[in-house]
Every structure is written in structure tokens, then in C-alpha cells.
Nanobody
Framework: QVHLVESGGGLLQAGGSLRLSCAAS????????MGWFRQTPGKEREFVAG????????DYADSVKGRFTISRDNAKNTGYLQMNSLKPEDAALYYC??????????????????WGQGTQVTVSS
């Protein structure tokens, strides 16, 4: 079992930066690929970024490529999403997820077994 807790969300102006954290409990977090997803009211949850279990392979949605960076520190059981040059359209509830044991990150939310409760990011124009 892996329990995930996100933090680091907040309210900021467009152009600003935030770093989201995803703290995991359970010694097997390092065995799982990790993803960040986001959701706004009335829309489906969308993939933002993913990283494989070792941390060497990353994937990004086109909308955030070049602005967001996903990383992980398996020794600390923590994942991160550094978000720069934020835009109003980045505002959403951000979730981290773990899945695909010993595998690569997936853009499909159904491939993730564990989810956090989400952290809200609000970007004003």
C-alpha cells in the first residue's frame, strides 16, 4: 500500500512559480512510477507529467512542457512538480498518483493504483 499526500498549492499571479510535493508512506513508493494529474470542475482529470520508478524517464503534457518539471527523491519517499511561468489555465486541483510497479509513467489515469487527495492551485491573471 502507498499513501500519498500532496502539498504546496496556493494562490498566485500569472507568471509565478510553485513547487508541489507528494509525500508517500510505505516503503514501496520507490517501486512505482509517479504521475501528476489535474482537474477542474466539469472536466475530466488530465495528465500533467509522469516519471518512471527510477526517475530517469519523464513525460509531459504538451501544455506544460518547458514550464513544469517532475522529479522524485526515492530516499525521501517524495515526488515533486516544479511549476514555472504559471498561466490562468493551469489553475486546477492537482493530484499525484503512483502506479505501474517497476514501470514507466502512463498518461492514462486508470493505470495508477494510488492517489492523493489533491492540492489546489489558483492562478490569477
Amino acid at each position: 500500500q502507498v499513501h500519498l499526500v500532496e502539498s504546496g498549492g496556493g494562490l498566485l499571479q500569472a507568471g509565478g512559480s510553485l513547487r508541489l510535493s507528494c509525500a508517500a508512506s510505505g516503503r514501496t513508493f520507490s517501486f512505482y512510477a509517479m504521475g501528476w494529474f489535474r482537474q477542474t470542475p466539469g472536466k475530466e482529470r488530465e495528465f500533467v507529467a509522469g516519471i518512471n520508478w527510477l526517475g530517469g524517464i519523464t513525460d509531459y503534457a504538451d501544455s506544460v512542457k518547458g514550464r513544469f518539471t517532475i522529479s522524485r527523491d526515492n530516499a525521501k519517499n517524495t515526488g515533486y512538480l516544479q511549476m514555472n511561468s504559471l498561466k490562468p489555465e493551469d489553475a486546477a486541483l492537482y493530484y499525484c498518483a503512483a502506479g505501474s510497479r517497476f514501470g514507466s509513467a502512463s498518461r492514462n489515469s486508470q493505470n495508477y493504483d494510488y492517489w492523493g487527495q489533491g492540492t489546489q492551485v489558483t492562478v490569477s491573471s
